[in-house]
């Protein structure tokens, strides 16, 4: 008999452009025991998922409905849990946009996005540790945390201004924290 992973994987095809969850509406089937880890890695029954692909494929059927998580297909919606955010953002690369800065993130799934305006930075602080954990909008209300090496690269690029660090991209200024 199938797992449930394979079963949801058989619903969604195999292409590598992302599939219209946004348009799908099933029915909740329930949880099931999958969860992503703070540190991006993906877990089936408390077994790590070793398969790059199936882990892409998860990822391309993620949704997020309030705080809840779930994988969608066009016939079932279950729900999963995320410690964090679902996506870890492994790269930066300073890119041109029209003339303008861009800064392009991509995640440990391959998804890339461009900070600005749809794709917005954003710094929470740990309330017991006071660190940084930065953040970007990768798709459909998920968030991708910068890995250390990431922000540490966003940091070197930041410009001092009025006690604060800033970065730009595609013209919006983003704030990193005061120095």
Known sequence: METLPNQLLMQ???DEKLPPVDRWNPSF???IDMRIAK???WFYQNSPIGRERMVKMFSRILWKEGEHYYLKTPVEKVG???DDVPFQVIRLDVIDVQGQTGLRFTTSVGDQ???GAEHPLRIGI???TQEPSPYVMIRWGMEGRLSRNVFYQLVELA???DGHLRVSSQGISFDLGSI
Do not use: F, L
Request: glycine letters at 14%; hydrophobic letters at 35%.
């Open 29 to 31: 089937c329930g949880d």
């Open 126 to 128: 740990d309330s017991i």
């Open 113 to 115: 996005v461009i900070a």
């Open 12 to 14: 969604v095809g195999s």
């Open 159 to 161: 410009e001092e201004q």
């Open 39 to 41: 540190d991006g890695r």
């Open 80 to 82: 999963i849990r995320v």
